[in-house]
C-alpha cells in the first residue's frame, strides 16, 4: 500500500524554549532551569510529523537570511522534506516562536512571524506541481491568509483533499469554509469560531456541525477528540498518558491525520491514530523532538494492545 504525499504551506519557525517551576507573573523576572533551540512552526511541525509517520512531505514555505534558515533547511532534509518550494526572503529574519513550559507540561507562546510573512499567492503559482502530485494539503493560519485562499483555491483544482487548522484564530469567510474538506480545530478556537462555549459540549458539536465544511475534527486535549459530519459526531477518548510538554500535541494530531487520509484511510481511523500519536508526542519535550516515527507508534500498540488501534 502507498503511504501516499502530503503536501504543507505553512509557518517555519525557529523555537526557543525555556522551563520553568511555574509561569511568571506581569512584570516577575523568574529563573528557568533548562533552555533548547529547535525548529517548528506549525507548518513545519505538520510537515514533520506527517513524514516521520511514513509520507511523502514536501513544503512551500519562507526562510528569513539568518543563521537559523541554514540549520532549519538541514533539518528537514534530514526527515525526508522536499524543500524546493521553500524561498529565502532576503534582509528579513526566519520567523521564532518563544516559548515557555511549566512544570506541568502547559505553555505559552509568543511568535515573530518574520519571514512567513512573505509567504504570498506567487509562491503558490511557482509550484502548482506539489499540488498536483500531492495527496492531501495541509494549511494554517501562520502565513498570509490570501495565501491560505490561493493555496485551497489551487487544491481544488487539482481536486486534492484539504485540511486546514484555523490557528492562531482570525475571521473565516463561508467561501473558504465551503471549500475545506476537514476542519481540524481545538476548544478555544472552536469557541472563537462560533461564539458557542467549550464547556457546552452539545452546542459546540451543532454549531460545528452547520459549518459549510464538510468534515469538523475537534480536539479536545485530555479528553481526545470528536468527529463532526453532518448529524454525525462520534467522541474518541484520550489515552491516559502523563504529559510533560503539551506544545507538539496539535500539530502531531494533525500530521498524523493528514498521513492516514493520504494512505487512504477513513477519517474515522485517522481520528484514533491522531489522538494515539498526539499522546505519544506530549511524553516528550519539544514540539518537534517529540513527535513519534511510525517504529514508535508501533511500540505504542505494544504497550496499548488494542486499546491503541
Not at 526557543?16 to 512552526?41: K, N, W, Y
Not at 507540561?105 to 510573512?117: C, E, K, L, M, T
Not at 458539536?205 to 463532526?228: E, F, M, Q, S
Not at 494533525?254 to 493520504?262: D, K, N
Amino acid at each position: 500500500m502507498s503511504n501516499g504525499s502530503v503536501l504543507v504551506v505553512g509557518s517555519l519557525n525557529m523555537d526557543l524554549v525555556a522551563q520553568v517551576q511555574d509561569m511568571p507573573r506581569i512584570g516577575e523576572t523568574i529563573i528557568g532551569h533548562s533552555f533548547d533551540r529547535m525548529m517548528g512552526g506549525k507548518g513545519a511541525n505538520q510537515a514533520v510529523a506527517a513524514a516521520r509517520l511514513g509520507a511523502r512531505v514536501a513544503m512551500i514555505g519562507c526562510f528569513g537570511s539568518d543563521a537559523f534558515a541554514g540549520d532549519m533547511r538541514s533539518i528537514l532534509a534530514k526527515e525526508r522534506i522536499e524543500t524546493d518550494g521553500i524561498r529565502t526572503v532576503e534582509n528579513v529574519s526566519t520567523g521564532t516562536a518563544m516559548i515557555m513550559v511549566d512544570r506541568h507540561g502547559d505553555n505559552s507562546i509568543i511568535v515573530a512571524p518574520g519571514a512567513n510573512r512573505y509567504l504570498g499567492p506567487d509562491d503558490i503559482e511557482r509550484h502548482t506541481e506539489l499540488f498536483e502530485s500531492s495527496d492531501v494539503v495541509v494549511l494554517q493560519l501562520e502565513i498570509p491568509l490570501e495565501t491560505v485562499l490561493h493555496s485551497v483555491a489551487a487544491a481544488r483544482r487539482f481536486g486534492k483533499t484539504v485540511v486546514f487548522n484555523p490557528a492562531p484564530m482570525q475571521g473565516l469567510s463561508e467561501e473558504l469554509l465551503r471549500d475545506i474538506d476537514y476542519l481540524i480545530l481545538n476548544e478555544v478556537e472552536a469557541e472563537e469560531l462560533t461564539g458557542a462555549p467549550a464547556s457546552e459540549f452539545d452546542t459546540l458539536a451543532k454549531r460545528l456541525a452547520a459549518l459549510p465544511c464538510k468534515h469538523v475534527v475537534l480536539t479536545l486535549g485530555g479528553d481526545g477528540a470528536a468527529y463532526i459530519s453532518g448529524s454525525e459526531v462520534v467522541r474518541y477518548p484520550a489515552m491516559k498518558v502523563h504529559a510533560v510538554d503539551t506544545t507538539g500535541a496539535g500539530d502531531s494530531f494533525i500530521g498524523a491525520f493528514a498521513s492516514r487520509l493520504a494512505r487512504g484511510d477513513d477519517a474515522r481511523d485517522a481520528v484514533k491514530y491522531a489522538i494515539k500519536v498526539a499522546a505519544i508526542t506530549v511524553t516528550k519535550l519539544g514540539a518537534q523532538a517529540a513527535l513519534p516515527t511510525e517504529e514508535e507508534t508501533k511500540q505504542f500498540d505494544l504497550l496499548w494492545g488494542a486499546e491503541s488501534r
